[in-house]
Each structure stands twice: as structure tokens, then as C-alpha cells.
């Protein structure tokens, strides 16, 4: 599906109410302790985005091969589950998730005991788990940039393996706010977890059923709404966010974006169970200086926080990003062909590991159409442009139901007028 966003001030409200979809990374893990608990049947609720969807499915599953999709979470999440399963299991995807590889996360399994082969390339999806009996005992990753599902998807099935489990991680390990997500879910239902940076320990045991744990709002899909508040006069009010929320955000390391937008001047208010955001003046004063950032371990919001300076005239160095290259799509190039649509000349060291804007600009396109990769980050991060622009293209728009089924219908309360062509 391709859309027409076109921008009518005149139309646009005050304030607006936004409720946003549940916490996927949080469901996606609650999906898996759910299951070897018995208790998925709980989570169906929570499920608002196409890639827990497809991991409720999977688990459900009564054949030999399940499809991923283009969900490298429910590729890595499965992986690890039908290995301790120990069932005969083929897991393929999209051709874009046939391109990113899973070898770590195999050899670690193998170490274990799954017995493992690949149809294709040595490391890469389809994998077929053949059998074999996990056993628990003490894995390493070495390599920092090693995607923390991983060692998510170790962890999660890691208290039902003989004497439990103990990973070893790198200095450096990027996106360890998700390894400690995974450490307070996993807690918040029964299971022993120590987490120190540099350690993961999971004693042996079960999940136990809790009744009392709440599944909060997607800091993730927050982030374009902090965008919009960045390039309009608009307060947004976000339904149900204050539950839990503190400096530090909970669980959810992307909540990192409150202090981040502060930079861009927007400003955040507790009301009641809900959160307000609007833009004022504080951090503006900065705004000629270059903006240098380590995101490396919030990756997600890295294309939406990059859009938002770029439209905010702020240069930036975003360093610890190489591991964007590996997502839904290669978003470090994403990122530089449609900003440049825009008219931002943007750019990506490699020495440095760093996606920069220096402020160099060219003439944007007469007729704005972002194209998308079928990246649903790439869809959502772009889409407010249209403030600037009045009016632009989506190619394939469809995609946000990845993670953000509601975005293109709540996206309508700022004014946007939304036709699909």
C-alpha cells in the first residue's frame, strides 16, 4: 500500500490523545516465558503488532516449519524455544530476513546440544533444528556488537536447562538495556537472574504464573510522537505512559527518548496516568552545536531522533549505530537516500561506527516519495516530514502493523490528511 500525506494546519487540534500499542519487545518476551509456563493464553490480549503475532502463532504451532516473517525477534526468540523443545523444527522468513545471520546464536545452541543444519548459507536463516537435549553449563559472545536477542533468547528458556545457564558477554555489548529487560521480565515471573554487564547467571527452576504483571506502553513507538512534538505547535497527550514512569523509564531503554527530545526543546509532564508532551524552549539555545551521541544501545529510535534533527536544522554524530545495518532493513542506508530526498546530505564513517549530519544541504526533491525497504521504523521515522513539506509519499506504508498497527489512523488527529494511491 502506497499513501499521499498531505498537511492541513487548519484541521489540526490543540492537543490530541494518543493510546499506544503495548511494549512488543516486553509481549514478545512475556509470549515465550507465557508458553513454557502455560499461561500464553494470557498474553493474546496484549498482542498489538504483527511480530508478536507471528511468534503467538509459531509457539502454537503443531507442524514441522514456521515463518518468521520478516520478525529477526521471532526468528531469534523460536530458535532457542524449539531447541530446548527438542522438536524437528524448519524456520524460514522474508528474503530480507534470509539475509541476516543467526550463526552466534546457533553455535551457542550447539555448544548446548541442538543439533543444527542450514538449507542455505552457513549461518543464516532457513535453519532446521533437528533434535537434541539442551543442557545448561556456560556459553562466551565475544563480539560486542552482537545483537542482544541473542542472548535474550538464551536467557528466556535458560531456567528450564539442567543446572542453568551462565553467558558471558563482551565490553561494550550494544542494546544492554534489552538484556536487562529480559532479566526483569523473566524475574517479575519466578525465574533467578543475575545481570552485572558483564554476566548473565539463570539459575535452573520454572515460571510461575504472576497475575499482578502489567504490560506498560511502546516507548519505541512513543518516538514519533516526541518527532511530531518537535515540528508543531501540539501538545500530545499519551494515555496510560506515567504507569511506571520514572527518570529512568522502567524497563524499556528507549524511554532514553525523554531526555534526548529535551535537546530539540520538547518537554515532558506527568498527568495523572498519562504523559504530555509539547515543545518549548529548553535546549534550543544549543542548537548550531554539533550533537555527538553513543545511541548504540537504542538502536530503535535512532532513525526517528536522526529525522527529528535533521528537520530541527541540528547537526549530529551518532556513534555505536553499525548494527542498524543488520535490522529489518540496512537502516544506516535507508537513512542516507531518503534524508537525501529531503535535501540532507547525510553521511556514515565507517572508522567510527557513526551515522552524521555535518549541515551540508542539496535541493530536495520537487515531489517528496520516501521509499520504506519494508522497514516499519523507516515508514514511521519519515512520515512527519509532511510538517515540513505539506505533503509527501510513503511506498508501502503498509508495514507500520510490524509494530504500530493504529499509526497511520492516529497520525490523522495532527491535521494529516492520509490517501492511499
Not at 518537535?230 to 511506571?244: E, F, I, N, T, Y
Not at 528507549?254 to 526543546?265: A, C, F, H, M, Q
Amino acid at each position: 500500500m502506497d499513501i499521499s500525506l498531505k498537511y492541513c494546519p487548519s484541521e489540526a487540534a490543540e492537543e490530541i490523545s494518543v493510546d499506544l500499542p503495548f511494549s512488543k519487545s516486553i509481549v514478545n518476551r512475556l509470549a515465550v516465558i507465557g508458553s513454557l509456563a502455560s499461561f500464553d493464553t494470557e498474553v493474546d490480549r496484549y498482542s498489538s503488532c504483527e511480530d508478536t503475532d507471528i511468534i503467538l502463532r509459531a509457539l502454537h504451532t503443531s507442524g514441522n516449519e514456521c515463518y518468521a516473517g520478516a520478525s529477526g525477534t521471532a526468528l531469534r526468540f523460536l530458535l532457542s524455544y524449539f531447541a530446548l523443545k527438542g522438536t524437528e523444527m524448519k524456520i524460514t522468513g522474508t528474503e530480507r530476513l534470509c539475509q541476516r545471520p543467526v550463526g552466534e546464536l546457533t553455535e551457542k545452541l550447539s555448544q548446548l546440544g541442538a543439533k543444527i543444519c542450514f538449507e542455505g548459507k552457513e549461518g543464516f536463516p532457513p535453519v532446521t533444528l533437528l533434535g537434541g537435549k539442551l543442557e545448561g553449563g556456560i556459553v562466551c559472545f565475544d563480539n560486542p556488537g552482537v545483537s542482544s536477542q541473542y542472548i535474550s533468547s538464551l536467557m528466556l528458556v535458560a531456567p528450564y536447562l539442567k543446572n542453568g545457564l551462565t553467558i558471558g558477554l563482551p565490553e561494550g555489548q550494544v542494546s544492554a538495556p534489552y538484556i536487562r529487560m529480559t532479566a526483569q521480565v523473566m524475574q517479575a515471573f519466578g525465574a533467578k537472574v543475575v545481570y552485572d554487564g558483564r554476566n548473565v547467571r539463570v539459575e535452573e527452576g520454572e515460571y510461575r504464573y504472576n497475575p499482578d504483571f502489567t504490560v506498560p506502553h511502546d516507548w519505541s513507538a512513543a518516538s514519533y510522537w516526541y518527532e511530531m512534538a518537535s515540528l508543531l505547535p501540539l501538545k500530545v497527550r499519551l494515555l496510560g505512559m506515567a504507569d511506571g514512569y520514572n527518570e529512568c523509564g522502567g524497563m524499556q531503554g528507549d524511554s532514553r527518548i525523554v531526555d534526548l527530545y529535551k535537546i530539540l526543546g520538547v518537554n515532558t509532564f506527568v498527568d495523572g496516568k498519562d504523559i504530555v508532551i509539547c515543545k518549548g524552549s529548553e535546549g534550543l539555545a544549543d542548537m548550531t552545536e554539533t550533537l555527538l551521541l553513543d545511541l548504540a544501545d537504542c538502536p530503535d529510535i535512532v532513525p526517528s531522533f536522526a529525522v527529528s534533527c535533521l528537520l530541527n536544522n541540528r547537526k549530529f554524530e551518532f556513534h555505536g549505530v553499525g548494527h542498524l545495518r543488520l535490522k529489518e532493513s540496512d537502516r544506516i542506508e535507508a537513512l542516507i537516500r531518503e534524508s537525501a530526498r529531503m535535501g540532507y546530505i547525510t553521511g556514515w564513517d565507517e572508522n567510527k561506527s557513526s551515522f552524521y549530519w555535518d549541515g551540508r544541504v542539496s535541493v530536495p526533491d520537487k515531489s517528496i516519495i520516501f521509499e520504506t525497504y519494508n522497514d516499519h521504523r523507516i515508514s514511521m521515522s519519515f512520515a512527519p516530514a509532511v510538517f515540513r513539506f505539506m505533503k509527501v509519499g510513503v511506498r508501502d506504508a503498509g508495514n507500520v502493523v510490524k509494530s504500530y498497527k493504529t499509526f497511520w489512523e492516529d497520525m490523522k488527529l495532527t491535521g494529516v490528511s492520509i490517501d492511499a494511491v
